[in-house]
């Protein structure tokens, strides 16, 4: 009676991983990209619906010849390159071009990342593979554009004041020479660019150093455009400036590109955000309160088992201490994917309870130094950060071999989040000549660099042979509450 037990409770357990296997699909399946994966040996065991909707290929056709879509001009440099990266183990990264079921190719930004076990090596390739093709068009027309119309010229004595710009200029802003000379030329520029812009060119003129901005010029239409604007200085046999000279790239469309690219950046992260914090509330709740009953279960199941057949006590013993052990990890997991307190109680809380499982975890101690200040943010703003935290200590654990972390938050003009550890700096398996950072750029990081952009904030990483720093900075102009930095 007991084994059939013990049977019927593992049929369970296999029923609902069955379960999650297929909650895990079905939303593979819905993300808008086309993902895929790969086993360590370079053999393609998956790609989701969205690929073989675009493809118009069986699935066993797929699995069978993967390089099928490639387009052959693209082929040979794309397995080169994936070939190599694939040696290395490391994040890979390419564009080619996939032939669409009705025959016609497009663009695509395809990005492979390796998944590895808790000892670092190879479980399998997870990748995705990103429409391109408008962008692509976009920056073939505008280097078209750019090509065919002349450039905006000007020049202007060495105190930095305009004397002549160049009739494609003075068109486009619907002014004559007289009102642009000395500083008029200034009154073009947009309102939110002007201080910024003219701090930068003052410092080029009292430095003599070349001068290069993106800044906003109004039209004679009233309509603003990104321009590019660059000034280099001519200099006399003596090395004094006598005159500047310069140019306007028109960028309003690399512009609007960006832009949009960085929408569906922080739309597909978004996304990934989302399905984590299904899958993690999906675990906990369903999964880990299986699991629960299924000890309980055991524990009832043992005591009605006599004392006698300590065989059968024994064997049930070790599937509850087994389930025991799947909660926990279950639980670690899911907090992982998305810790519930960050939503629930604010950034703050969230790296004191993460803190505290990693150093469980890993051994390492981690410093905590929390600014008062610090509060709630918007929620964009808290989970890049958290994110930040998470890819900069799992970097410390996996590579920099420091058993000491310090993590500090710091508020007032700017918000400051730093994670420090005192590692052993470059590889020693590289070359002297060759050295480089011991801090690695994983999948994480680029992703990280993304989402604090996003927010309006910048990323440095700062390795030494004292150890490695990951500094965010993000300014704020205002309460957090009132400051949009999820929209920029």
């Not at 808008?32 to 053999?43: K, N």
């Not at 069978?64 to 994936?82: C, F, Y």
């Not at 492979?112 to 190879?122: K, M, W």
């Not at 479980?123 to 692509?136: A, C, H, L």
């Amino acid at each position: 009676m007991s084994q059939i037990g013990v049977k019927t409770n593992k049929s369970d357990a296999d029923g609902a991983s069955n379960a999650i296997e297929e909650r895990m699909r079905l939303i593979i399946d819905t993300i808008p990209t086309m993902a895929w994966s790969v086993r360590p040996d370079g053999a393609v065991d998956f790609v989701n619906k969205r690929w073989l909707e675009y493809t118009g290929l069986s699935f066993e056709e797929e699995l069978k010849e993967p390089t099928r879509a490639i387009h052959p001009e693209d082929l040979p440099s794309v397995m080169e390159k994936w070939l190599a990266d694939m040696a290395a183990e490391e994040p890979s990264e390419d564009e080619m071009r996939l032939r669409r079921a009705d025959g016609q190719y497009r663009w695509f930004l395809v990005r492979t990342a390796p998944l590895r076990d808790e000892r670092g090596n190879l479980v399998k390739w997870y990748g995705v593979s990103i429409d391109i093709e408008d962008r692509k068009r976009v920056e073939v027309q505008s280097r078209a554009l750019i090509d065919a119309i002349p450039q905006q010229i000007w020049s202007g004595p060495a105190d930095g004041t305009l004397d002549y710009c160049n009739e494609r200029w003075r068109s486009y802003m619907g002014l004559g020479l007289a009102e642009l000379r000395g500083d008029g030329w200034q009154r073009m520029l947009h309102p939110d660019d002007r201080k910024r812009v003219l701090k930068a060119w003052h410092e080029s003129v009292t430095n003599g150093t070349p001068y290069e901005q993106e800044e906003r010029h109004r039209g004679a239409d009233g309509t603003y455009r990104w321009f590019l604007a660059r000034g280099v200085p001519l200099r006399n046999s003596e090395g004094h400036i006598v005159r500047w000279y310069g140019t306007n790239t028109d960028i309003e469309d690399r512009k609007q590109t960006e832009e949009e690219l960085r929408r569906l950046s922080g739309q597909l992260l978004r996304l990934q955000d989302e399905a984590r914090r299904r899958i993690a509330r999906d675990l906990h709740d369903s999964t880990g309160q299986d699991l629960v009953a299924l000890a309980t279960m055991l524990g009832q199941l043992s005591n009605l088992i006599p004392s006698a057949e300590r065989k059968s006590r024994r064997l049930v013993s070790e599937c509850k201490a087994l389930t025991l052990k799947c909660i926990r990890d279950i639980r670690t997991l899911s907090y992982v994917l998305h810790p519930p307190v960050l939503d629930e109680a604010g950034l703050g809380d969230a790296i004191r309870d993460y803190v505290d499982g990693f150093t469980k975890r890993s051994g390492i101690h981690v410093e905590l130094e929390l600014s008062p200040g610090v509060g709630r943010m918007l929620r964009d703003v808290e989970l890049a950060l958290f994110r930040v935290v998470q890819e900069a200590l799992t970097n410390i654990q996996r590579h920099s071999g420091s058993q000491q972390a310090k993590i500090r938050i710091d508020r007032n003009s700017n918000l400051t989040l730093e994670i420090s550890d005192r590692g052993h700096g470059a590889s020693v398996s590289v070359p002297r000549a060759k050295e480089e950072p011991r801090f690695k750029v994983g999948v994480g990081i680029p992703s990280m660099k993304e989402r604090v952009k996003l927010i309006g904030g910048r990323l440095e990483i700062d390795s030494t042979s004292h150890g490695t720093t990951v500094r965010v900075t993000i300014p704020l102009e205002g309460d957090a509450e009132e400051t949009p930095h999820s929209d920029r």
